[in-house]
């Protein structure tokens, strides 16, 4: 059976195919190897800007043809590769011989051996997986984020002068306004916006064990500690000083608990604003041809929102194991952070699904301010804890009790029983005046 959209066991691969596509740039397994020939290239580079002695006559005139092997890398070269591997049975020789190749056909075979010189598979893998890393959460995963985010604060904006009741423990509440409930999201997302800007993307580069064994016996008067934080700085991210054999994860597993707590804030928002739907405060903007439900032809339903909840759960499943398992690894290193960081772009795939879908569940928002009002009005009670406020401000006694009193029974407040409450009041007619100009619709803070 062929691999297409039909086909793919992923949904991420197959139906929404379309929603993640960018990120097959950077996690496919085409994406992958590219990035590690991306490094293997680039630190042969570094090895000849150093020089070593046997480097030293190379003609750097060549260096653009080199990073054409990267740059202009495509599937067929891709697919070159895992032919040699299976030979090889092992995916970073295939890379290198790959390599090797390229320099016959540019001339330079007597270089080759320099080539993943004294390297272990790890640096290859602990440098290229950080940095398709940051290149997909700086080109992709952190612009998604800023547009929902900038569109509900839009929204914000748009309602912010919109009076609603709150609701804490599902009762009606102190009145608030929608669009400083959408800020209180914006605020939320800033928070770990900001956070994400604070992490930094570690690479392991150190040779076998993480000591520069074969470095450091070919060649030992160079400084190769100094050599490997400048070659590691160039391409953007931070070596990790002493390590095993592999990078000890722990910069990815805090990536990986932040981009979970910004997809907890969003199921949060999804809730809410299907709450709101299912409570008439927002309509649906309704699309000729589509099906709500196949038995029920009225329904609209809050697909995008509740899509959205769910991609996001799958996301912070996988993201809470990346966390927890990678940072552990046995004694100087296993295999079990290997077959998991192939994983990498699955809950960031589930994320950017997510925030499309709530991006188009937005999209098709329209205020329902009719319904919003009604529950205002019908919610008078809410103004107590206003008016008992104001008389203790004035010290009135038991003010708390007394408006208690008032509204904690079955009966029906209205804004003629506290009109009628204020009147009986025993209070100067300034402070009945200040009263009487409380509503549920007024009575919404700073």
């Known amino acids: 059976m062929d691999l297409n959209t039909l086909t793919a066991i992923s949904p991420i691969d197959g139906r929404y195919r379309n929603k993640a596509i960018e990120l097959a740039h950077y996690f496919s397994e085409y994406g992958l190897i590219r990035y590690r020939v991306l490094v293997e290239v680039e630190y042969f580079i570094a090895l000849c800007e150093l020089p070593l002695p046997q480097l030293s006559n190379f003609d750097q005139a060549l260096f653009p043809a080199l990073r054409k092997i990267y740059e202009e890398f495509t599937i067929e070269n891709a697919q070159q590769i895992k032919e040699i591997e299976k030979t090889t049975n092992h995916d970073i020789k295939a890379v290198e011989y790959f390599i090797k190749q390229q320099f016959e056909a540019l001339d330079i075979a007597q270089y080759q051996e320099f080539v993943h010189f004294g390297l272990t598979s790890q640096d290859i893998n602990n440098t290229s997986i950080p940095l398709l890393l940051k290149d997909a959460i700086e080109e ?6 800023a547009q929902l985010r900038d569109r509900i604060e839009e929204l914000a904006k748009n309602w912010e002068r919109v009076s609603m009741l709150a609701r ?27 956070l994400l800007n604070t992490l930094n993307h570690a690479a392991k580069f150190g040779g076998a064990t993480g000591n520069f064994n074969a470095h450091q016996v070919a060649y030992p008067d160079t400084q190769w500690v100094d050599f490997a934080n400048k070659f590691v700085g160039s391409l953007g991210l931070e070596r990790s000083q002493v390590t095993t054999q592999i990078e000890h994860y722990d910069y990815m597993a805090a990536w990986m608990d932040n ?48 899509n959205s909840e769910g991609n996001l759960g799958i996301a912070n499943a996988i993201f809470t194991h990346l966390s ?121 803070g700073v």
Do not use: C
Request: proline share 5%; aromatic share 8%; charged share 25%.
């Open 168 to 194: 804490t423990h599902g009762q009606p509440a102190s009145p608030t306004r929608l669009g400083k409930e959408l800020m209180v999201f914006v605020n939320r997302l800033d928070h770990q916006l900001n």
């Open 324 to 444: 927890e398992k990678l940072p552990i690894s046995r004694l100087q290193r296993d295999l079990t952070d290997s077959t998991v960081l192939r994983n990498l772009g699955t809950p960031l795939g589930h994320t950017v699904i997510a925030l499309k879908a709530t991006l188009k569940g937005l999209s098709k928002l329209q205020l329902n301010k009719t319904v919003i009002d009604q529950d205002l009005e019908a919610n008078w009670a809410v103004v107590a804890e206003a008016i008992q406020t104001i008389l203790r401000r004035e010290g009135y006694p038991k003010p708390y009790e007394a408006l208690k009193t008032l509204t904690r029974t079955n009966e029906k407040i209205t804004s003629h029983s506290i009109k009628i409450f204020v009147e009986q009041l025993d209070v100067s007619d300034n402070v009945k005046s200040e009263l009487s100009q409380i509503t549920p619709f007024n009575y919404t």
């Open 259 to 306: 981009f979970k707590r910004l997809n907890t804030i969003l199921i949060d928002f999804n809730r809410d604003v299907w709450q709101y739907i299912s409570m008439n405060y927002f309509t649906q903007k309704i699309k000729a041809g589509e099906v709500g439900s196949s038995a029920m032809p009225h329904k609209v339903n809050p697909i995008d929102f509740e």
């Open 140 to 145: 992709v995963i952190v612009p998604a984020w």
